[in-house]
């Protein structure tokens, strides 16, 4: 026991470094530049879809329905796009078949569209590639298709 309290004593408890990516007491918050040079927290995307500050990505916020008859836009919201996925959600094939057709849909290579979030969840999020659309044109793509089915 004594063996073991001196082996501690020689070896300082660890300590987060100063590099550490959270403050103390609290979490990271996102934080901005204003043309002063002060920091204000940067403003949470409003909508399903939105362009990501640091990437310059567009995101779309999914709400996915798998085990459906057809592919199809269900429903366009603020907390998401519903989806609906003929596919089950088994071994990643809803994933798959929502990645092919929404890049079917916004007229893209399916290597410019990727999940990147939520691969075993309803609720996921889809990076269309820099450049490839704007968040207007592609809920203007998706209401239409809403309205078509």
């Given at each position: 026991?004594?063996?073991?309290?001196?082996?501690?004593?020689?070896?300082?408890?660890?300590?987060?470094?100063?590099?550490?990516?959270?403050?103390?007491?609290g979490s990271k918050k996102a934080t901005t530049k204003t043309a002063a040079g002060a920091t204000a927290p940067t403003p949470a995307p409003q909508g399903p879809v939105?362009?990501?500050?640091?990437?310059?990505?567009?995101?779309?916020?999914?709400?996915?329905?798998?085990?459906?008859?057809?592919?199809?836009?269900?429903?366009?919201?603020?907390d998401g796009v519903g989806v609906q996925i003929a596919a089950p959600p088994i071994d990643g094939e809803a994933n798959t078949e929502l990645v092919k057709y929404l890049a079917k849909l916004l007229e893209l290579r399916k290597s410019d569209v990727s999940l990147d979030k939520g691969s075993k969840s309803r609720q996921k999020t889809?990076?269309?590639?820099?450049?490839?659309?704007?968040?207007?044109?592609?809920l203007d793509i998706f209401r239409r298709e809403m309205q078509n089915s």
């Open positions: 026991m004594n063996r073991l309290v001196r082996l501690f004593q020689t070896f300082p408890a660890r300590t987060m470094s100063s590099k550490s990516k959270t403050p103390k007491g939105y362009i990501e500050s640091k990437s310059g990505n567009v995101l779309i916020k999914i709400l996915a329905k798998p085990g459906s008859k057809t592919n199809g836009i269900t429903d366009v919201g603020e889809i990076v269309l590639e820099k450049g490839c659309r704007t968040p207007d044109q592609v």
